[in-house]
């Protein structure tokens, strides 16, 4: 098991998302996004406007290459 924050997953919080694979902790922080979303959060809604911004990108490949990122930081992270 790994863990990342909401922060380090481009969110606006530090509640911690733990699993084995990136997709189940991907899955997690949509999740805690869309919960975010129904409660109104400002900074939840205000960081789900970047991700918006990153896939309407004039550089078609941005969203692809921040996935890959946050993917690859999972993956550098040590078993708990």
């Known amino acids: 098991m790994k863990s990342m924050s909401c922060?380090?997953?481009g969110g606006a919080c530090d509640v911690?998302?733990?699993?084995a694979t990136f997709e189940e902790i991907q899955e997690k922080s949509k999740q805690h996004g869309m919960e975010m979303f129904?409660?109104?959060d400002t900074p939840h809604i205000q960081a789900m406007q970047k991700m918006r911004?990153?896939?309407q990108s004039a550089d078609?490949?941005?969203m692809m290459k921040w996935m890959a990122e946050k993917r690859r930081a999972f993956y550098a992270k040590p078993e708990e």
């Open 7 to 9: 922060n380090e997953l």
């Open 60 to 62: 078609s490949d941005a």
């Open 38 to 40: 129904q409660k109104q």
């Open 16 to 19: 911690l998302f733990n699993a």
């Open 53 to 55: 911004e990153l896939m």
